[in-house]
Nanobody, 126 residues
């Protein structure tokens, strides 16, 4: 059984940085592509960033390109989301997700993800 545990959220002023972490428990980490999603109040959940199973491909939503970086450390079963130059519109609950079985340079961005973490709150405000 796969369990995803996120950490690293918090309250920061605009322009600041945060790094989110997500540890996958229960299955071999290299079997999964990993992604980050977010959901702001009153809005649908949206894809933020993804990395393929071996870390050779990444994808980002346009609004975070150049500011956010996703990476994975297979030795630690962990995926990270480094968020720089944060803006108030980045405020949301951020969710880690895992997609099984995509052993290529393809990066899942939606319904492929079958496993989800509990979410961590990120608030960007003065």
């Amino acid at each position: 059984q796969v369990m995803l545990v996120e950490s690293g959220g918090g309250l920061v002023p605009p322009g600041d940085s945060l790094r989110l972490s997500c540890v996958l428990h229960g299955r071999p980490f290299r079997s999964y592509s990993m992604g980050w999603f977010r959901q702001a109040p009153g809005k649908d959940r949206e894809f933020v960033a993804g990395v393929n199973y071996d870390g050779t491909s990444t994808d980002y939503t346009d609004s975070v390109k150049g500011r956010f970086t996703i990476s994975r450390d297979d030795a630690k079963n962990t995926v990270y989301l480094q968020m720089n130059s944060l803006k108030p519109e980045d405020t949301a609950v951020y969710y880690c997700a895992a997609a099984l079985g995509y052993f290529s340079d393809y990066v899942p961005t939606g319904q492929e993800y079958g496993y989800w973490g509990q979410g961590t709150q990120v608030t960007v405000a003065s």
